[in-house]
């Protein structure tokens, strides 16, 4: 958006009104061509209402060749074409409208609509990308049925689109055609088509309900190996989602397509997902236990979105959280079903208390149901979708696992086949148990972090324990008044000897919730024979920020007796916290008291314990973590002060890491969740080894070439990276000549690069431009080295010289051309100057001014950048 033109303006919430038309039918007719693919577009439009106004339609980025009504093509006066719209004038109720539009694959670097990249035209339509192949009413309360025909040359075998083949050919010009007919009404936005040449892997599925469902997988040529365990999970996510909320899937056919050129992890278009390569491409050599847990999760996902987002969509984008929130709900539930459940939730929590509370207190501000947008792209946030999740565990917990099923089901049999709204969703919840969620509805309106201060007292005479609680909400960049919220607190009560009390017959007693409605409250548990130690949030009851006043004793008996995997690890995580702030704060080395030193033998002797959940625990916060828990003055001193942490216990321990290190072997790799855990946990000791004077012993080459796989062979990587151990240039030279004609696996080699603490990082990663490997125009590899940079190598990117904020300032100017999406997600961390000493946000504001007064500044990053040097 040029500095000259009118500033963009905002959507808002309260503007909505239902749509003028309506549109039922769709039938496209696509020629496909590089430079100048032709797209017919003939629809059967109705007048909604009484009114004269003319159909307004969206459009980008198109060339107008025709428009006909009923057959009869319209004069100049008919039609006004804009850069943005076209305005259709007529007078009919009901007709037939024919548009012919071209447009540019190969030009199209956004990647949104049509675009070709690497070989193979694709799509990608939400929010807003239809309007990019085609004008149309593009927003998601239009439901059409779509009928596709795709021609394209012969070279492009596969020729998919959205439902089910209906027909296919040769043609006299050497091309070839497909038609494919979606029977289900839906958006515009879940539109999709891929033309290319593939390999595919072929299974069936039978519902339920007795269909037997085609399924198909399409990836690059030779990496057919590759995709075996994504179609594996997708058959495990269509049996999950009948047996848990009886949901089938509706179609003949279920295609999954795997491509590398993708600005988001994979998309749910009805019967033809498209998927980031990164999200289906696995095998052992190549592939780690973090790639094959993400894999099954976001095929599940996506799969899910089939009923929580195409059968009932959302009304507009402001309900984004509608299906977002709800299937990450689903996914994160098949996952703890599918692997750990304790573990899967710690991951989940580590991400609310690291990415989605910094949203909250930056300049991206906003609630799961944003109320005012310019770019809707920038609403595709961790707040919306992993929040929006938490929002919805919150209603599973309030209304419990059969209450929660009967608001599920209430919701398909009102709205399949609509585009509704959260309050559609939650009135289902209510209406099917009775529970009045009138208040708990401010978690969709309201934005920011709640805080939680809690104390208590104890009436030994009477034998009445009671806690305490205040909440309090800050004021964001984008709110500042602040209601209470409906927040379900979940306790337990453990006395001296480490016992949890029965307090089913106190507030608690529904599975020990405390329902925190007010500014202030006090609950009472009573036949309390001694002064309890109070365990807070279990499970991470609701997505708040909960202070309690702990001494380090009290934590450490949690560590050991809280029966909740949430708790202990909390307890554990505030023990390290506390001691990396008073070094950093001191600007000493840490101190390991003896509560903490003990605390992490006792975790680690811990027989009983599951391996991964000892290593989550026993994982220090990283320092992203520490920045989000509490004030600190220096950047790099909180670096050194976490470091210096991990030597200093792995110095005191070194005998017993060491031992138990050695003890943690596999055989043949197998991604199962006894030898998951296995791995997570001896990554976890290696990184304490690789601290200290031990490293020396570690015969890191020697290792990674025995290891049979690529986790085992990532975390070598990492610690040698991080600790900047002598065979970390040996070790990455290896990996670079064993993988460099693969970009999908370079992508971990940049991310290695990219966390670098070496004082030469940023000229090193400067280098890395010229790779072969590398290029701006692909998402992953800009995400790999880029992203990870600016949001993880706080030592680096925090340079006291500014040289890290002017290399992501230069790299978003850059990328600002080609594809402003990417641009305007890996700009985070320039936004979050607040958090930085008066230099360094000096430093950071002068970045942000540079790309601010762009003459072609992109609405993506104009909102972002505006919002934040305006905070």
């Avoid at 439902?163 to 050919?169: A, D, R």
């Avoid at 209430?410 to 289902?428: K, N, P």
């Avoid at 978690?443 to 034998?463: C, V």
């Avoid at 029965?502 to 007010?518: F, M, P, Q, R, Y």
Wanted: a negative charge; hydrophobic letters at 40%.
């Amino acid at each position: 958006m040029a500095k000259t033109e009118q500033t963009p303006s905002a959507k808002r919430l309260a503007d909505y009104t239902p749509p003028a038309f309506t549109i039922k039918t769709v039938n496209l007719n696509i020629i496909l061509e590089p430079a100048e693919t032709l797209v017919t577009n003939t629809m059967k439009v109705v007048r909604v209402g009484e009114h004269s106004g003319a159909l307004e339609l969206d459009g980008e980025s198109l060339t107008l060749e025709s428009i006909q009504v009923n057959g009869r093509a319209l004069a100049a006066q008919e039609f006004n074409c804009s850069e943005s719209s076209l305005s259709v004038f007529t007078e009919l109720n009901e007709f037939e409208l024919t548009v012919v539009t071209k447009i540019n694959p190969e030009k199209n670097t956004s990647l949104e609509g049509l675009y070709l990249s690497d070989g193979a035209y694709c799509t990608q339509c939400e929010a807003e990308g239809f309007r990019r192949i085609t004008y149309f009413m593009d927003r998601p309360d239009v439901l059409a049925t779509y009928t596709t025909r795709i021609e394209a040359d012969k070279g492009f075998t596969y020729l998919l689109s959205n439902g089910n083949k209906v027909g296919q050919g040769e043609l006299s010009n050497g091309k070839h055609f497909a038609e494919w007919h979606d029977p289900h009404p839906k958006p515009c936005y879940l539109f999709a088509l891929v033309a290319g040449d593939f390999d595919l892997l072929e299974d069936s599925y039978t519902t339920a309900e007795g269909r037997n469902v085609a399924l198909q997988l399409f990836v690059d040529r030779g990496n057919s190996h590759r995709g075996e365990f994504a179609l594996e999970a997708l058959k495990r996510s269509m049996a999950w989602d009948e047996q848990r909320f009886g949901l089938c899937y509706d179609l003949d056919i279920y295609m999954v397509v795997a491509v590398d050129f993708f600005n988001m992890g994979a998309m749910e278009n009805k019967g033809l997902n498209v998927f980031n390569s990164k999200y289906v491409l696995a095998e052992p050599k190549s592939a780690t236990d973090t790639d094959y847990h993400n894999i099954e999760a976001v095929i599940g996902h996506e799969y899910f979105h089939n009923w929580t987002g195409n059968r009932v969509t959302c009304r507009d984008w402001f309900q984004l959280s509608l299906k977002e929130g709800l299937t990450v709900f689903r996914d994160q539930e098949f996952s703890a079903d599918m692997g750990s459940a304790a573990v899967n939730r710690l991951q989940n929590v580590r991400i609310i208390q690291t990415q989605q509370f910094a949203e909250d207190a930056g300049p991206m501000a906003h609630p799961i149901r944003p109320s005012e947008v310019i770019e809707m792209n920038n609403f595709y946030t961790v707040t919306v979708y992993n929040k929006g999740s938490e929002v919805i565990r919150m209603i599973h917990t309030l209304l419990g696992e059969q209450g929660f099923r009967k608001g599920m089901d209430l919701y398909f049999q009102r709205h399949d086949g609509q585009a509704v709204t959260c309050d559609d969703f939650v009135l289902a919840m209510q209406d099917a148990t009775g529970v009045d969620l009138s208040q708990f509805k401010r978690w969709y309106s309201q934005s920011g972090t709640p805080e939680l201060y809690i104390t208590d007292d104890y009436d030994a005479g009477k034998g009445v324990y009671r806690l305490h609680v205040k909440q309090h909400t800050p004021a964001t960049s984008d709110q500042r008044e602040k209601l209470p919220q409906h927040i379900p607190l979940k306790v337990a009560l453990y006395d001296p000897e480490g016992s949890e009390l029965d307090i089913s017959n106190s507030a608690a007693k529904e599975n020990g919730v405390l329902h925190v409605t007010e500014f202030e409250q006090t609950f009472e548990f009573e036949s309390i024979s001694q002064k309890p130690l109070p365990a807070l949030l279990l499970n991470f009851s609701a997505p708040v920020r909960c202070s309690y006043p702990y001494i380090d004793d009290q934590r450490a008996f949690l560590v050991s007796h809280a029966k909740d995997a949430f708790v202990k690890w909390d307890a554990m995580q505030a023990l390290y916290a506390d001691t990396v702030f008073k070094a950093e704060q001191s600007s000493t080395k840490p101190v390991v008291s003896e509560t903490l030193a003990n605390a992490f033998r006792d975790v680690l002797n811990d027989k009983e314990l599951d391996k991964a959940i000892i290593a989550e625990i026993l994982a220090v916060p990283a320092i992203s973590t520490l920045v989000e828990k509490q004030h600190f003055t220096d950047i790099h001193a909180l670096i050194d002060a976490r470091d210096g942490l991990v030597t200093g216990i792995g110095e005191i321990h070194r005998d017993l890491i060491q031992s138990e290190y050695n003890n943690l072997q596999t055989g043949d790799y197998a991604y199962e969740a006894k030898d998951v855990a296995l791995r997570a946990l001896k990554a976890c000791l290696l990184n304490f080894i690789s601290a200290t004077s031990g490293a020396e012993n570690l015969n890191l080459v020697d290792s990674y070439n025995a290891s049979d796989n690529m986790t085992e062979k990532l975390s070598m990587l990492a610690a040698a990276n991080h600790w900047q151990l002598s065979e970390r240039d040996t070790l990455l030279s290896m990996f670079e000549k064993t993988w460099r004609q693969d970009a999908l696996v370079m992508d971990k080699w940049l991310s290695i690069q990219a966390l670098s603490p070496k004082e030469s990082a940023i000229q090193e990663i400067k280098a890395i431009f010229e790779h072969p490997v590398f290029s701006f125009t692909n998402p992953n590899r800009v995400r790999a080295l880029i992203g990870t940079f600016a949001a993880a190598n706080y030592r680096a990117f925090h340079n006291l010289d500014g040289t890290g904020y002017q290399l992501l300032a230069d790299v978003v100017i850059k990328m600002n051309s080609i594809n402003p999406q990417v641009a305007a997600r890996i700009i985070t961390p320039l936004t979050q100057w607040k958090r930085f000493d008066e230099k360094r946000q000096a430093l950071m504001k002068e970045e942000l001014t540079r790309i601010v007064n762009l003459d072609d500044l992109a609405k993506d990053l104009y909102e972002v950048v505006n919002k934040s040097l305006a905070q």
